[in-house]
């Protein structure tokens, strides 16, 4: 209901008066042309602003409802798909991979189609990863800006923490913590037992326990958008131009240089120009497919979207696809359900007040309350590249324990599906992710919840 309202609102707002000829493309000129309001089209947008260059950032949903500032609803809105907020991208899924699933075997891919795009609708958990993986970049690409030491600097500049250990960094993203449970207490002494270091927020990720961090401020969720955007969008004007509900279907090239977009508003066709760049951050699925059918990609995937004119031949374009598998051990049974938190048994008013009154709460966590973190480096991982570059994460929640490996070597693949109806379609793309094709990656798994066994 937001979602429809907020929509005709902004139809409205871009449209007021109707025309005959808004159908033919209007064409626009901007310094640079953002595709995606997502977790770095809206970073991208302020940094670019900052240093006074004319923005233009499109979005193909509009701005998220005021409950999904709620933590706590965050599960219920990944397990209920909604066409307003994300894109669920759907497909067949691959033999013995996802054989659980119900529906016909049918995975479903969950990404942000909304102002802040996925950091509105994730787990909110943040990470900012190995420094090995960041030096591991600059390496194969042979930049040395990649390396974590001179990226640090840039990370400490969009932070802001609010949480229990040394502050660290001052910037826009609002970076909080849970109160130390009596969970988490457990949890880290189960992590000296073994042996383990006991690292905060503040240090470069390594082996160890950690407490969890949330990009959360005064209790409630803070997505890119309103860490970097939303408090400009109205002062900035000169300078930045936000169109939600445009969907970017072709980049514009004029010989090997993009010079704009494709777009349509409200369904109504627009094409921008941008005098230095155009940025693409839709995203893992859709910036390979928009890609694609602008005409950059392998030989075999540009004939099979029959696109033209050929812009450019590069094979690897929707390759090098990586996630991380996880395996979950539960759910863990209580005989005292005094030691949870749980909605069906503890759920009150109080809680609901406490919340909008004082920001405080149960309504403030994540609906599966984590209690921390331990970072591990598999026995694999260990001899090949050191004990340093961990490749194993394994937290625990209220009712079970999941174990996630964070550095695959296996490697997917994204292709476009030629029978789709068009961009928005949920089976545009074809997702081979290729989990555990190689050996060395089932093994690591297998030892995650070996390790588990000796946290009891």
Known sequence: MHANKFQEQDKLKAFPVESDDLGMPFKEIFDFIIVGGGTSGCILARRLVDANFKVLLLEAG?????????????????NHSNSDLDIMFQQ??????????????????????????????????YERGSPQSYDQWAKITGD????????????????????????????????????????QEIWFNAGRELG????NFSEPQRVGFHPLRFTQKNGMRINTYAAFLK??????KTFLEIRRYSIVSKILFEGKRATGVYYTRHGIPRVASAMKEVIICAGTFKT????????????????????????????????NLQDHPIVQIGPISFDDNITLWNPQ??????????????????????????????????????????????????????V??????????????????????????????????????????????IQGPNARTEFK
């Open 196 to 199: 383990f270091t006991i690292f």
């Open 92 to 125: 067949v899924s691959v033999q013995k991979i996802t054989a659980g699933l119900p529906k016909y075997n049918v995975s479903k891919i969950l990404t942000g189609k909304t102002m802040g795009g996925s950091t509105t609708i994730n787990d909110m958990q």
């Open 345 to 398: 048994q503890n759920f009150t008013f109080e809680d609901v007040e406490q919340f909008f009154k004082f920001k405080k709460g149960p309504l403030t966590n994540p609906y599966e309350l984590k209690f921390g973190e331990a970072i591990v480096a598999s026995n694999g991982s260990a001899r090949e590249v050191g004990p340093g570059w961990p490749d194993l994460q394994i937290s625990f929640d209220s």
């Open 231 to 236: 408090t400009i969008e109205e002062t900035r």
């Open 288 to 319: 390979p497919i928009l890609l694609i059918k602008s005409g950059i990609g392998s030989e075999s995937q540009l004939r099979a979207a029959n696109v033209g004119p050929i812009i450019a031949i590069l094979p690897e374009v929707g390759r």
């Open 62 to 78: 509009g701005n998220p409802p005021p409950l999904l500032d709620v933590p706590f609803v965050n599960s219920f809105i990944q």
């Open 400 to 445: 079970k324990c999941t174990i996630r490996l964070i550095r695959s070597h296996s490697r997917g693949l994204l292709k476009f599906n030629s029978s789709a109806t068009g961009i928005e379609d949920p089976f545009f793309l074809t997702a081979e992710f290729k989990f555990f094709k190689i050996d060395r990656d089932i093994d690591a798994m």
């Open 144 to 183: 040395r800006t990649w390396k974590y030491e001179q990226i640090l600097k840039y990370f400490k500049k969009m932070e802001e923490y609010l949480g229990i250990s040394t502050k660290e960094g001052n910037g826009d993203m609002n970076d909080g913590t849970l109160n130390l449970t009596l969970g």
